[in-house]
Antibody, heavy 120, light 107 residues
Framework: QVQLQESGPGLVKPSETLSLTCTVS????????WNWIRQPPGKGLEWIGH???????NYNPSLKSRVTISIDTSKTHFSLKLNSVTAADTAVYYC??????????????WGQGTLVTVSS | DIQMTQSPSSLSASAGDRVTIACRAS??????LNWYQQKPGKAPKLLIY???SLQSEVPSRFSGSGSGTDFTLTISSLQPEDFATYYC?????????FGGGTKVEIK
């Protein structure tokens, strides 16, 4: 049973760095793209970016200058860093595994989500 | 970026109704289109992938169709547990993008 679990501070001050970790269990992290997706309260879903197990990344251009996604060398978790945060970065942050069928990708496994509030 | 536009943004329906949600892509995405259901406080749940493939364990009253730029999610007979928000998402090219969502409410 594949499970993803986000962890990290629930409150971050403006201008500081948001840091989250997604711990993967029940599957090897060394096979897929691993994603971060966020959802501001009452709003829709926004893809932040993903990382392949090899370390290659792809980011949403709207956040690219502030985002870093990394994967740990023991290959059991991956992380998100978003710097210079503002209130607009307040959201529920999800991690998700990108699966593929016939070359078409989708998100089947998701973490439960963690609310991060940006406030002084 | 490929923009995904859903319509309507909300709808009211009764149990047993047939419901159709539309999703339009700003560029052709072939069949690289997924549908998700989200209930309050929960992560999205995959319903349909590759435009028309039903995810296992998802009830057969859900179906997806379309290709290119125009797609549809249909619920053939709305059940009480189907009241939720539905999102389309393209996986044709990064940045991966979602539609704005369609909230299905009880009439």
């Amino acid at each position: 049973q594949v499970q993803l679990q986000e962890s990290g501070p629930g409150l971050v001050k403006p201008s500081e760095t948001l840091s989250l970790t997604c711990t993967v269990s029940g599957d090897s992290i060394s096979r897929y793209y691993w994603n971060w997706i966020r959802q501001p309260p009452g709003k829709g879903l926004e893809w932040i970016g993903h990382i392949y197990y090899s370390g290659s990344t792809n980011y949403n251009p709207s956040l690219k200058s502030r985002v870093t996604i990394s994967i740990d060398t023991s290959k059991t978790h991956f992380s998100l860093k978003l710097n210079s945060v503002t209130a607009a970065d307040t959201a529920v942050y999800y991690c998700a595994r990108q699966s593929s069928a016939w070359g078409m990708d989708y998100f089947y496994y998701w973490g439960q989500g963690t609310l991060v509030t940006v406030s002084s | 970026d490929i923009q995904m536009t859903q319509s309507p943004s909300s709808l009211s329906a009764s149990a047993g109704d047939r419901v159709t949600i539309a999703c339009r892509a700003s560029h052709s995405i072939s069949s690289y289109l997924n549908w998700y259901q989200q209930k309050p406080g929960k992560a999205p749940k995959l319903l349909i992938y590759a435009a028309s493939s039903l995810q296992s364990e998802v009830p057969s009253r859900f179906s997806g169709s379309g290709s290119g730029t125009d797609f549809t999610l249909t619920i053939s007979s709305l059940q009480p547990e189907d009241f939720a928000t539905y999102y389309c998402q393209q996986s044709y090219s990064p940045p991966l993008t979602f539609g704005g969502g369609t909230k299905v409410e009880i009439k």
